[in-house]
């Protein structure tokens, strides 16, 4: 992504006198100086609608990072796609916002995100770099300085209002032992649900642990394809964590997402993070850490990226302000009591996607 | 003769007394609660590791491969995942499904010790050791981290 200015063109002209010659270029010259003035003075005013990263408030452990009431509209990145068109009021020399660029609302910059060099020299828009040192080309709209950034797949699903739980009958949750915990004590009535525990992305399509119709037993995999749903929600990766890594994790979660989009055409898949553990776990565990789960979870984020999968950061949803599962909330640390479950569903009626443009 | 002829009725009264059942009559056992106190009486004697929550029928039945009408009364008693404690109270409707859910108990049983076989070696020995008691048509599983604490309980109505 780069950044770039307009250059004001000086033309050349031959004068058989010096001082024509000289004339010229002192015109010039007092031409380019005023119009750069004026440019920049468009870029700061938008910037200074922007809290530096010094006035925002120290990001927590578990920060968010998402923006709260977003939007989300994708619109699909093509060079051959059509410019949007710059604002009304924009100056004419100025370039058109670049294809590929969204509509994106958000009420606050994401936690961990930056304003990237040099942005006094876009005259449409700035670069932010988030997190995990990203660019993120951003555009500004007139008369109000809200920040537009790129979509992003890797973006968690931003806050949204809540919805009722029929968002979920085109749904089926699939996964772990803290699946398993969702369908027994999260209180959702709508969705299909297959979830046991011990089950990692190697096994979930070959160990048959859900009862069929005939009285046998099938994988979670085989009870899904029963059906065609709308959204399949995913939640994997605490018995991950003691494989071999990350790159192993990413590889076979990567192949069950192709496995999902076969199974499930027309699904949007949503890749849930891992939820957290507590302190003492975390502390006394060399496995089940929250800076492991932190780590598998930004495998989870870029896969989502790269399969185009939404990333449902429910982290948040458990964790208290020290980024931790609430002391005495989990028996082994690891798993919440029962009366955790209803405020993750919470979380998902309030991250929801209503709109994916591809 | 005359001594044989009195020993006799004490041999026959011994005789009769070997050949008795050796558990008590059915009238000595307790009358069995409803399945909600049943499973607080077992809770309250700190058998599991952890509470164990009352969860809705149907997920229960997805989990034991019942249906309601198999046991319109059934309650079921999971843990937080953490552990492999649970209850099951099912009163059946008749002796097809009193068969079926005798059935099922023992298949759900097998599959969680598959599973944490491999998830969570240490539960194992609690599943090798699950109570799965019937009185009548009433059927109740029982995995406990106190057997003993379960027994006393248990062995009061079965």
Redesign the interface.
């Given at each position: 992504m780069s950044v770039f200015s307009h250059q004001k063109k000086v033309k050349r002209r031959r004068w058989p006198a010096a001082a024509g010659m000289l004339l010229v270029l002192v015109l010039g010259l007092i031409l380019w100086i005023g119009w750069d003035a004026g440019a920049g003075s468009h870029a700061a005013a938008v910037a200074g609608q922007l809290e530096s990263p010094e006035t925002r408030p120290p990001a927590s452990a578990a920060s968010k990072s998402a923006p709260a009431e977003a939007v989300l509209l994708r619109l699909a990145a093509s060079d051959e796609e059509d410019p949007a068109p710059a604002p009304e009021g924009t100056p004419e020399r100025l370039p058109p916002y670049p294809a590929g660029s969204v509509d994106y609302v958000p009420s606050a910059r994401p936690d961990g995100w930056t304003v990237a060099p040099k942005a006094d020299l876009c005259f449409w828009g700035m670069d932010l770099i988030d997190a995990g040192a990203k660019i993120h080309r951003c555009r500004f709209r007139t008369g109000g300085g809200q920040l537009l950034p790129d979509y992003d797949w890797g973006l968690p699903v931003p806050e949204s209002e809540a919805v009722e739980q029929d968002y979920f009958s085109d749904a089926v949750f699939i996964g772990n032992?803290?699946a398993?915990?969702f369908?027994?004590?999260a209180g959702l009535k709508t969705a299909d649900q297959y979830a046991?525990?011990?089950i990692t992305v190697n096994n979930i399509g070959s160990e048959k642990?859900i009862?069929d119709d005939n009285?046998g037993?099938i994988s979670i995999l085989d009870a899904m394809a029963r059906k065609q749903y709308g959204k399949v929600f995913v939640m994997l990766g605490i018995?991950e964590l003691s494989w071999a890594g990350k790159d192993t994790f990413y590889t076979k979660y990567a192949e069950l997402i192709d496995l999902l989009r076969e199974l499930e055409p027309g699904a949007e898949i949503f890749l849930q993070s891992m939820t957290p553990v507590t302190a003492k776990e975390s502390e006394t565990s060399t496995v089940f850490t929250n800076d492991r789960i932190h780590e598998y979870n930004e495998v989870i984020r870029q896969l989502a990226e790269d399969k185009e999968a939404h990333y449902l950061y429910v982290f948040d949803a458990l964790a208290d302000d020290t980024g931790c599962l609430p002391a005495g909330s989990?028996?082994?640390g690891?798993?919440?009591?029962?009366n955790y479950y209803p405020q993750w569903l919470t979380y998902l009626q309030t991250h929801t996607v209503t709109e994916v443009k591809r | 003769m005359k001594k044989l002829l009195l020993c006799l009725p004490v041999l026959l009264l011994l005789l009769l007394c070997a050949c008795g059942e050796k558990t008590p009559p059915a009238a000595s056992k307790a009358e069995l609660p409803a399945p909600e106190a049943l499973a607080a009486e077992l809770q309250a004697s700190g058998a599991f590791?952890?509470?164990l929550?009352l969860?809705e029928n149907d997920?229960g039945c997805?989990l034991y491969?019942l249906v309601e009408s198999d046991a319109p009364e059934m309650r079921y008693y999971?843990?937080?995942?953490?552990?492999a404690d649970e209850i099951a109270v099912l009163p059946c409707a008749d002796d097809a499904a009193l068969e079926k859910v005798t059935s099922e108990c023992a298949t759900r049983l097998d599959?969680q010790t598959q599973?944490?076989t491999?998830?969570?070696p240490e539960e194992v020995p609690k599943l090798e050791k699950a109570l799965v008691l019937q009185r009548d048509k009433t059927v109740v599983l029982c995995v406990a981290t106190d057997y003993e604490k379960a027994r006393e309980i248990l062995d009061k109505y079965f």
């Open positions: 032992s803290l398993q915990g369908m027994l004590y046991v525990q011990s642990v009862r009285g037993f018995n989990s028996s082994d690891i798993h919440p009591y029962s | 590791a952890e509470e929550v969860t997920v997805f491969g999971f843990s937080s995942g953490a552990v599959l599973l944490f491999v998830y969570k």
